[in-house]
C-alpha cells in the first residue's frame, strides 16, 4: 500500500478510503527553543516523523493509511515569556483536535491515530483521545514520538541533544550555534512519581534543556531512524487492532 496524503487528493478517494482507513494526524508546536533551533522544531519533528513511519508502515499496513496535515499549533503557553511562540491554550488545542476529530467522523473515517511532537500537548492529546471515542464513535490512538527512542538521555528534553541532534540531521539550517549558557544548569532533582510543572524553572534553565551542544547530525540520524522504526511498528500495529 502507499500512503494517502490527505490534502493532495480529491474528496472522492476520501470519502472511498476513509470507512476503512487509519488516519495519522501529527500534532505540533510554534514555540521558542533555545537561541540556536527554529521555532518550528517541535513541528517539523512530528510531521518528519509522522510521514517516514507511515511510509514504512504501509508495506505491511492491513488497511490504507491517510496522513493529514500536521497541525502546527500546540499548547506552548509557558514558552510565551522568551518570544518566538504561537501558542493555543490548552482549552483551545483540546477544541480544535475535538473539531478535527469530529470533521474526520462526519467524512466516514473511524480510526485515528494523533502523533506528537511536544510534551505540553501530552495531557490535552489523551484527553481528545478519550473524548472523542465517545462522542464520535471513533478508535482514537495517542502516541508521543519520542516514546519510540528507547533508552537514550534526556528524551525529549526541551532544544537539548535530543532535539537538537534531530534537527540537525533533517534540517541542517534550522540549528544554529549554541551559545554558552548564561548560568550553569541548576540541580533540580527528582519527585518520583510526579509530574512537575513550574513557570520559574524554564527561566532558570535558559528556556532549553540538557546539553544540544553534544548534538550531531549523524546521532539524529541515528535517533530518527530508531524512532521512525518503532513508530512504524506501532502504525502497522494499529492498522490490525483499531
Known sequence: MTVIHWADVSRETLNEVLPEALVVLPVGAIEQHGRHLATGTDALLAA???ERAATLAAERAARPLVLAPTLQFGASDHHLPFGG??????????????????????????????VNGHGGNVGVCHAAAAAASTRHRLAVAHVD??????????????????????????????????????????????????????????????????HPERATA??????LDTVVAGLAACLADLTETL
Open 218 to 223: 549523524d546521532d539524529g540520524a541515528a535517533r
Open 48 to 50: 518528519t516523523a509522522a
Open 85 to 114: 511562540t504561537l501558542s493555543l491554550t490548552p482549552e483551545t488545542l483540546l477544541a480544535v483536535l475535538l473539531d478535527l476529530l469530529r470533521s474526520i467522523a462526519a467524512g466516514g473515517g473511524r480510526r485515528v491515530v494523533l
Open 145 to 210: 514520538y519520542w516514546r519510540f527512542a528507547g533508552d537514550a538521555a534526556n528524551v525529549p528534553g526541551h532544544a537539548g541533544e535530543f532535539e537538537t541532534s534531530l534537527v540537525s540531521a533533517v534540517r541542517p539550517d534550522g540549528a544554529g550555534p549554541v551559545p554558552p549558557r548564561a548560568h550553569p544548569l541548576p540541580d533540580i532533582g527528582s519527585t518520583h512519581g510526579a509530574t512537575v510543572h513550574d513557570a520559574a524553572l524554564w527561566t532558570s534553565i535558559d528556556g532549553y534543556t540538557d
